[in-house]
């Protein structure tokens, strides 16, 4: 008898259950799975998220030239490819060539080196928020919808004075205040050597040189986690009273195991959903502070700092701005893709029609 004649027999209390009628018993997690592979947008957003992080990974070894590596000799040199695909005055003025694949910048940099070590940038930046949203949010979330009351009104203002002050403008304020106050050389001892030194770890670790990738992290986590937040609470402000959370109270369990134990795993699916699709959120965030000046500092190849240094010669040597604003567009369409088919598969009400 195998494990599923097992548990029907269980659940029937042993009485035979006709032929054509019997109940399967699935995993809601393969289920899940199961649906999300059969969507071919999120397969694809999926595949190429796995691509863009082994890029990242490997980008020593992928990468034909170092990020800060350049050569004076070529500087705006546009693809001798390029030239066929988009004709035009390019051949007047600009240098032609085929040493890089995607052409050179104003200092006579790979574009394409810069492209695959940018991943080092963007994807751990998208990564970390969504790990703080998750962390944070869901347990002040909880915290604030299981208990309710004073503690649920006051949690929950603060959330609101947040949101009240705008997001970006409040990052942009954190990263001027991060880079004025804890960059360069400081004394040891002091709160800003400490941060330096964390620094100098976190982009050692990403394989970065002087990236300060630390202030980035801090600037987007410290905004990350009030929607996560909002969204835990009123999944559990809708599940507390219900019969079988009543039943844990009954037999004597703790709030901490009816949180972990009986609440999560039931709001879990929607979170993971909410986190991925904000994760191309934080990556636009992360460019949009490099192409202002406030993100990773140079040389560390970031998509944004690309895309700013290159909208300036756009017209003569559109290279520059192509090719990193469209590794930022495919990017940003796989985590869609991938959210987009999470959501559809983490839905019970979708079983059957994917």
Known sequence: MTTQERAVQRLTNGTPVPKGQERKVTNLWL?????????KAAVLGGIIVILLILMAIFADQIAPYHYAEGDSNENYMVPLWLTKVMPGH???????????????????????SRIIYGARVSLPVGFAGALTALVIGLVYGSISGYYGGKVDNIMMRIVDIMYAFPTMLLIILLMAFFKTSFGGANEPGTAAYTFN????????????????????????????????????????????????IEAARMIGASDLRIIVRH????????????????IPGYISTEVFLSFIGLGVDPPTPSWGSMISEGSRAIRSYPNQVLFPALALAI??????FLGDGLRDALDPRMRGTS
């Open 263 to 278: 609440i999560l795993p039931n709001i879990i699916g929607p979170i993971l959903v909410t986190v991925t699709l904000n």
């Open 90 to 112: 390019m051949e007047k003025y600009a240098k032609i060539g085929d040493k890089f694949i995607l052409g050179a910048d104003y200092l006579g940099r790979d574009i394409l």
């Open 331 to 336: 990017t940003m369409f796989a985590f869609n």
């Open 197 to 244: 030194q964390i620094n100098k770890i976190v982009d050692r670790f990403l394989g970065l040189e002087g990236g300060g990738m630390l202030f980035i992290f801090m600037g987007i986590g410290i905004t990350a986690w009030m929607g996560i937040a909002r969204l835990a609470r009123g999944q559990i402000l809708s599940l507390k009273e219900k019969e079988f």
């Open 31 to 39: 289920d899940a799975l199961q649906r999300l592979l059969r969507n």
